[in-house]
């Protein structure tokens, strides 16, 4: 689900602005989240939150929605929750969806994760 990454660079100018990024994404993962929201938090332009989102974090702010989205995910299906559940939870509009990124980005259906972690 997840690679290793390097620690941010909690020394660089915009650390700050990104930290409060990070901790909407993972505040408000189960929702929407728009780039214009998140550029209104970091007082930044899109360009420039991608650019050190990327360079911070390692992770553009979509594949820190993603991550924060699968890591809730990820949680939940050791629970005995329904998958079409367990989407919606997450911030996913249906089932199918939540799938397809769910196997995108680990490899396994949510089943095939779930049965794996039993």
């Known amino acids: 689900i997840s690679r290793d990454l390097q620690l941010p660079q909690s020394t660089h100018p915009a650390y700050g602005r990104l930290a409060a990024v990070d901790a909407h994404i ?10 214009a929201e998140l550029t209104a938090i970091a007082g930044l332009s899109v ?3 991608e650019r050190h989102c990327k360079r911070i974090f390692q992770l553009t702010p979509r594949q ?3 991550k924060a989205r699968l890591g809730e995910a ?3 299906l050791q629970q005995d929750l329904s998958i079409t559940e367990i989407a919606l939870r997450c911030g996913y509009t249906d089932h199918s969806a939540f799938s397809r990124q769910f196997r995108a980005l680990t490899g396994f259906s949510p089943s095939q994760y779930r049965d794996s972690h039993r």
């Open 47 to 49: 360009a420039q939150l």
């Open 74 to 76: 990820s949680r939940l």
């Open 26 to 35: 993972r505040e408000h993962f189960a929702r929407p989240i728009s780039l």
């Open 64 to 66: 820190m929605i993603h």
